[in-house]
């Protein structure tokens, strides 16, 4: 892979950086009053890097296969109407995201989250509720997705690959490994600076993953128009203008 391209992977993983996963809830074990504990916070990063590296090896192990049948789909006008469809369902979509987030699924995070930092549920209550963190955002890690088709089409091999991954799912946790050191050494000085940065979090988590999707299905519409001339100049050239 060149530079540019490991640039971009870095950069993906620092916007997966800034997920509930990742940041919030490692945020919600430093704002805890009294000693931090750093081996509950290490648990939880290390399951969750954990998590989002066997699913990206498991993605990665049929990328192939998926990206040749999708190429070729995508060659046709039925694949091109068919992308423009998925694109303007994200665009839509992320109108809707955060809407209703206090439901089941926000719960159970919150549930789980009193039980792992208080130490009522032990270690087992840390690996629950980062499984749990990380599987809810499954729907959403796009970020991760674009960052696995990269890989699966570089000339790296099955080992370097997976070391690549690795890395990123690192990067992924370093903000959070990062406010645990600080918090370790500066408590008094960084507590409530933690506190703001959790609850500006808990405000704008959804509206950052909103503009995530949102964007990634304006590019996925726009690159579908282009591939269909007819339907682009009756919408104005909006697909073809816009894309070069």
Do not use: K, N
Not at 102 to 123: F, I, Q, Y
Not at 133 to 152: D, F, K, Q, R, V
């Amino acid at each position: 892979m060149t530079p540019a391209e490991l640039a971009v992977l870095a950069a993906l993983a620092l916007v997966d950086s800034t997920s509930v996963g990742t940041l919030l809830v490692p945020v919600w074990f430093l704002t805890v009053p009294g000693r931090v504990r750093a081996g509950r916070v290490l648990a939880f990063l290390a399951t969750v890097a954990a998590f989002y590296l066997v699913v990206g090896l498991a993605l990665a192990a049929g990328a192939h296969v998926l990206l040749e049948r999708a190429g070729a789909l995508a060659g046709t006008p039925v694949g091109s109407v068919l992308q423009l469809v998925v694109g303007a369902a994200l665009l839509v979509g992320s109108f809707f995201i955060g809407r209703g987030r206090s439901g089941s699924g926000g719960g159970r995070v919150l549930r789980w989250r009193e039980r792992a930092v208080t130490g009522d549920g032990g270690l087992r209550a840390v690996v629950v509720l980062a499984l749990v963190a990380a599987g809810l955002e499954l729907a959403t890690m796009l970020p991760y997705l674009g960052a696995i088709g990269m890989l699966t089409q570089s000339d790296l091999g099955p080992l370097a690959r997976t070391g690549v991954l690795a890395a990123y799912c690192l990067v992924m946790v370093l903000p959070a490994l990062v406010l645990l050191g600080v918090r370790l050494a500066a408590h008094r000085l960084v507590a409530p600076a933690l506190t703001r940065l959790g609850a500006w979090l808990e405000r704008t988590g959804a509206e950052t993953t909103a503009w995530v999707v949102g964007i990634v299905g304006f590019l996925v519409a726009r690159d579908a128009l282009g591939r269909l001339p007819a339907l682009d100049a009756a919408l104005g050239g909006w697909g073809g203008g816009l894309g070069g």
